[in-house]
């Protein structure tokens, strides 16, 4: 796959010797600032057969676009819509066949023409024709795709949802999948990693639930799960490192609090040391749980088992211990952060979907959010179910009214 990236990024793929760094910050951004990304958008956007949608058709310029309707009305289906331009299942994570609209008689599809990073390309995907419905297919400029992932070569689309709202407080496993979104947006193989680690184990559980397992066939699944489970540990912390190193650069006023992250529960100091090391580490970490693991039925060591801790800097407290005000601010700070990393680390700013984003904000706090929106140079959409919360948005954005699964300007 093409590198979509300004700067060399490093893929942490390999099984073992991981040395070299998954994404390289150019020095002199981190020195100066980056130049302002090129601005990546939608120029029309059209659905059917999806969610409550029977057609839709909409016609885009590079403005930010507000929807706003009435609850139910479709504007948080049509930000899902968008997000299937990104590999994955969409910013639900729902299953295909729930996606399609019911009573329709084949699959859903979403076509897209994009201003993208390679220049004007359009993007046709879905359900429609496919015969089992599990999987989605993909047309790149009327060519079928190889793998979803050729998505990234031409946008990144990154989202924040109320269904985000209690990351700080729910169970690790969404803080996990949160970060591992935050890689897969600079690191495509990141989630090739994830899931070749997660076969080995349950190998590994699996052999060791037998009578007598061959020490020997343990032994090579292990050696598997280090070198992918410390590649997958390493470029979640390269991330944390990048984003960490964004926000300390780029403290604003104080009208959205920055996050202070890391890592626990997992090899947490592993910082410095060469990933052949962290490795050894991991396999005779392994070796050691055998018995261990063999009574538990599961694993216990491993980057399955990290979780992304989260502290309110400026407070100095646990995020799962600030208001909910703060924690949303929080959470819109970090998602912000990450965007405008993507934009310096491609060269290209990232399409955002903020849904009901300024639903719990004063009117000052949605002013500032605006201009840091929009200064992250890219387009976004935002929903919400009263126009005059958009006002301070201005010429900037392009306004459509979204009623009954129909969108009118
Ligand atoms: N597969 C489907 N087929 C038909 N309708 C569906 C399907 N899935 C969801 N819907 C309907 O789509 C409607 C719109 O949902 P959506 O979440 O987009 O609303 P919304 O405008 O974001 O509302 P809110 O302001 O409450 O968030 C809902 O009434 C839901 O029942
Ligand atoms: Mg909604």
Not at 320 to 335: H, I, N, W, Y
Request: glycine letters at 10%; charged letters at 25%; hydrophobic letters at 40%.
């Amino acid at each position: 796959m093409r590198s979509a990236t300004r700067t060399r990024a490093v893929s942490a793929g390999c099984p073992s010797a991981c040395l070299e760094a998954a994404f390289v910050l150019p020095d002199s951004n981190v020195e100066f600032g980056p130049a302002m990304p090129h601005k990546v958008f939608l120029t029309r956007l059209k659905l059917s057969d999806f969610r409550n949608y029977a057609t839709a058709a909409l016609d885009l310029d590079q403005r930010h676009v507000v929807l706003t309707g009435e609850n139910g009305a479709g504007k948080t289906n049509l930000m899902e819509a968008i997000s299937f331009l990104s590999p994955g299942r969409g910013l639900r994570r729902a299953a295909y066949a729930d996606v399609v609209r019911v009573g329709a008689a084949d699959g859903f599809s979403v076509f897209a023409a994009v201003d993208g990073m390679e220049g004007p390309v359009e993007i046709g995907t879905g359900t429609q024709g496919s015969e089992e419905g599990h999987s989605r297919r993909l047309r790149i400029n009327g060519t079928a795709a190889r793998t979803v992932d050729e998505l990234n070569d031409h946008l990144r689309v990154l989202w924040l949802t109320p269904a985000m709202d209690g990351l700080f407080t729910g169970p690790s496993a969404d803080r996990r999948r949160f970060l591992d979104r935050l890689v897969l947006s600079l690191d495509p193989e990141h989630g090739r990693r994830a899931s070749e680690f997660d076969r080995a184990m349950r190998s590994r559980n699996r052999l060791l639930s037998e009578f007598r397992p061959d020490p020997a066939w343990v032994s090579a699944i292990e050696r598997e799960m280090a070198g992918l489970g410390i590649s997958m540990a390493l470029a979640r912390q390269e991330m944390l490192g990048l984003l960490s190193a964004l926000v300390d650069r780029s403290r604003t006023d104080g009208t959205f609090p920055s996050a202070r992250l890391s890592l626990a529960g997992f090899l947490d100091d592993c910082a410095g040391i060469p990933a052949f090391e962290l490795e050894e580490r991991y396999l005779a970490m392994l070796a050691d749980g055998r018995a261990r693991d063999a009574a538990a039925g599961r694993t216990l060591d491993g980057p399955h088992r990290s979780d992304l801790l989260i502290r309110h800097r400026e407070k100095d407290i646990e995020a799962e211990r600030c208001s909910t005000g703060e924690q949303k601010a929080l959470l819109v700070g970090l998602v912000l952060a990450h965007a405008r990393l993507v934009g310096d680390m491609t060269g290209h700013a990232p399409v955002l979907l903020l849904d009901e984003i300024a639903a719990h904000l004063d009117q000052g706090r949605r002013a500032a959010l605006f201009d840091l929106v929009d200064g992250l140079g890219g387009q976004a959409f935002m929903t919400g179910t009263d126009q005059t919360m958009f006002e301070a948005l201005g010429e900037r954005a392009h306004y459509l009214a979204v009623a009954n699964g129909r969108v009118s300007g």
